[in-house]
């Protein structure tokens, strides 16, 4: 039996510790956090539990039913029928099905045409290769026409991705466009899930299942170094503690690694020093009044900084009003430095614009998150651009969101990988392999 240090407690290192203690090794699983879950974490909003950054479900996300039916809680899934809308020159506009695009009044009947045709084809590629050499823009421009980037998608990319909006690849934005069309009940009726209590229901039950099965959960303890000795790793230094290991998972954010793992190679420091990352300043309000019939609206409007508002309420039931609204950016941004009541100030205002009905006194609380790590920056052919999960030290594995590409960062893709980690560990440990295999690409990495 190996002890193995499981870096990370959001939910790719819980669902890393889950399996690596299932399949009968000592696991030490270490968060930096007071509180497990990383960005599925909840807190206490006035007396609601929910996530600080707001998350669902999708009927693609096989890896995370797979989990909830391990862990005995495949009865906490709820699924709801939702919409979305686009705000823009003043109005808010239904969108994301066919008939609602036929009706909406911004775009000409060739650029609906268009838009509908390249959106059903992304739904239904088995992959995306053969436009991975194209940026997002290209893609769009190509399929529905530049002026449809312009109507639709270049202030959205620029409001997500600032200077980096004309860089992001297309294989990542359709794999977003087909996970949410999958989505569907019907061609009209999309449906989105939750887990009943939140996604802490489910993190929960991974720490429980964890501490049952002999593994230990240490909050607190932020890692501090990956001691190497001879070329394997034999010591995790956190929180003023040493963690003997055999092995050592990490899903630490990528921007952190080179300082937590010193004895790298400069190649592979490079790689990881290489990788761009944006980060999210995600704001929640409970109001006495809905904004918007949808779960999800863009918006489009050039003297409104916020790319869209979610209204979290029309997925998963509350008592009052809950919307989440995000500003990505990159931390050189100024308004990075802004002080929370300047984003609560803001946003307040911008929904109001999207629902004058809404008035001050409707406004009962707000809180503000940051996260300075939240989204990669993935260009074309960025699969390319990312080292092994398997360093060249030796019972080393290391790898965050950014590896679920052309995936987007989600809570299935991080128990997928999570668990297969764990898997490649247990395989090495056990010296039935020699090297990281993702099975489900069939690329090795």
Avoid at 38 to 45: I, P, Q, R, T, W
Avoid at 325 to 339: A, E, I, S
Wanted: with cysteine; net charge neutral.
């Amino acid at each position: 039996m190996s002890r193995i240090a499981v870096l990370g407690a959001g939910p790719m290192g819980l669902a890393a510790a889950q399996r690596a203690v299932t399949l009968g090794h000592k696991v030490d699983l270490i968060e930096a956090d007071g509180k497990l879950g990383g960005m599925a974490a909840h807190f206490d909003f006035s007396g609601l539990s929910i996530e600080r950054f707001y998350h669902f479900v999708c009927k693609a996300d096989g890896p995370t039913f797979a989990l909830m039916r391990d862990l005995g809680i495949s009865n906490k899934m709820r699924w709801v029928d939702t919409s979305m809308g686009y705000f823009t020159h003043g109005k808010t506009h239904k969108w994301g099905d066919p008939v609602s695009l036929l009706r909406y009044p911004h775009l000409s009947v060739i650029e609906k045409l268009r838009t509908g045709l390249q959106m059903f084809l992304a739904t239904k590629a088995s992959g995306f290769s053969r436009i991975e050499h194209l940026t997002a823009r290209e893609w769009i421009e190509r399929g529905s026409g530049k002026s449809v980037y312009q109507k639709l998608w270049r202030r959205l990319q620029e409001l997500k991705f600032h200077e980096f909006a004309d860089e992001v690849s297309a294989s990542w934005i359709a794999s977003r466009i087909k996970r949410i069309g999958n989505s569907r009940e019907s061609i009209l009726k999309a449906q989105l899930g939750y887990i009943e209590g939140g996604s802490e229901t489910l993190i929960e039950a991974m720490a429980d299942d964890i501490r049952r099965k002999g593994g230990r959960i240490y909050l607190n303890t932020p890692a501090e170094r990956v001691v190497v000795k001879d070329g394997r790793v034999s010591l995790v230094q956190a929180g003023g503690t040493g963690f003997e290991a055999q092995a050592v998972i990490s899903t630490v954010p990528i921007p952190l690694v080179n300082h937590l793992v010193p004895d790298l190679p400069q190649e592979w420091k490079d790689k990881y020093a290489a990788i761009r990352n944006i980060g999210v300043v995600c704001l929640v309000f409970k109001l006495r009044k809905s904004v918007t019939p949808h779960f999800w609206e863009n918006i489009v409007a050039e003297d409104i900084d916020i790319p869209g508002l979610i209204e979290f309420s029309n997925l998963r039931p509350f008592a009052d009003t809950i919307v989440y609204v995000p500003y990505y950016m990159p931390l050189t941004q100024p308004k990075w430095h802004w002080q929370d009541e300047q984003f609560i100030d803001e946003a307040f205002s911008y929904i109001r614009r999207v629902n004058p009905a809404i008035q001050p006194d409707d406004l009962m609380d707000a809180r503000v998150s940051r996260l300075h790590h939240a989204q990669p920056v993935c260009e074309p052919h960025f699969r390319d651009k990312l080292p092994c999960v398997q360093t060249p030290i030796r019972g080393l594995q290391i790898a965050d969101t950014c590896f679920y590409y052309p995936e987007d960062r989600g809570v299935a893709e991080s128990i997928r990988y999570g668990r297969m980690m764990a898997e490649a560990v247990s395989r090495r440990l056990s010296g039935t392999v020699s090297h990281w295999t993702d099975a489900d690409t069939g690329s090795e990495k």
